[in-house]
């Protein structure tokens, strides 16, 4: 930690980052550089460069994280809320990234067995054996349904572990596909997590420090707000605005303004991607003109 702990010049301030490696690095990458913020990761540093001088960054995984910032190495980090709750750790919960590996869902631990098992709810595993890494929160869970059972931590490989090695296993899940491929069946949803933004509490207290954590928070809501929607621009005759009006979602008051040529209106607005292809050929058929649809980087309410 030799790097973090580098003293910087007194008229630079500087916030510290920690960043997940390992399966999350490529989203979390991705959505900061729609925030804004680019960064350059060679493959043998854990110390990517960014275009921002007020922030100094290190890729660890995410399991770490949580301690590392509540211990001040870092002042803020991105991190699962599975391993805040597995770790057990003091810290500002910024702000809710809902993204993940593969997706911009939350992902699942859950409860899994052999497909050929006879266990139907939790309450058949007393007195087995649960292999998992989070086993903490696998031992409260047990603990909440009141089964004794013995959980064990898992080094990686747990999809393969039942039933020869154990009876169960408490594993991480997007879509269910890695289960299914191993002949698992999910028994119960253990902890539904998503991505968070957190901050050590003095750093949260550090009045530059917290600006500059609240508009990274800003910039990646933002970006995540933006994934599912993109921009509408069109033409039409003042005469038919109330028909497109009707047409498109309510959701926010579109942009109108007055074109050159008498008569004549621009219309610009944000709609989710879903709905676009529905809706354009509707617009057309009722005079909009000049119709383009265009990708957002980020949408700030």
Do not use: C
């Not at 869902?105 to 098992?117: F, I, N, Q, T």
């Not at 109330?242 to 109108?256: F, Q, S």
């Amino acid at each position: 930690m030799d790097r973090m702990s580098k003293p910087k010049e007194m008229s630079q301030p500087m916030l510290k980052l920690g960043l997940p490696k390992g399966s999350l690095q490529e989203a979390t990458l991705a959505l900061m550089h729609k925030a804004g913020f680019h960064f350059s990761v060679n493959e043998r540093s854990y110390f990517p460069s960014i275009d921002d001088e007020e922030i100094e960054a290190m890729l660890l995984r995410a399991q770490e994280i949580p301690r590392y910032v509540e211990d001040g190495v870092f002042d803020a980090g991105l991190t699962g809320k599975d391993w805040i709750v597995e770790n057990g750790v003091d810290i500002v919960e910024v702000a809710d990234l809902v993204y993940a590996k593969q997706s911009m869902r939350p992902v699942k631990w859950v409860l899994a067995v052999h497909e050929d098992s006879p266990v139907r709810k939790v309450q058949d595993l007393e007195g087995r054996r649960i292999a998992t890494e989070v086993v903490n929160i696998t031992k409260e869970y047990l603990k909440r349904h009141k089964v004794d059972a013995v959980v064990e931590f898992s080094w990686g490989a747990t999809e393969v572990k039942a039933p020869d090695l154990v009876d169960a296993i408490v594993e991480v899940t997007e879509t269910g596909g890695s289960l299914r491929a191993n002949h698992l069946r999910i028994v119960d949803i253990v902890l539904e997590s998503t991505t968070k933004l957190i901050a050590n509490k003095a750093s949260w207290k550090d009045s530059w420090k917290r600006e500059k954590i609240e508009s990274i928070a800003m910039l990646l809501q933002g970006a995540i707000a933006a994934e599912e929607k993109v921009g509408l621009k069109m033409n039409l005759r003042k005469e038919n605005l109330e028909k497109v009006l009707r047409i498109l979602p309510a959701l926010r008051k579109p942009t109108i303004s007055q074109l050159s040529e008498e008569g004549w209106i621009a219309l610009e607005t944000i709609v989710d991607e879903n709905v676009v292809r529905a809706i354009i050929p509707k617009l057309k058929r009722v005079g909009a003109e000049g119709i383009i649809e265009y990708p957002l980087n980020k949408v700030i309410y």
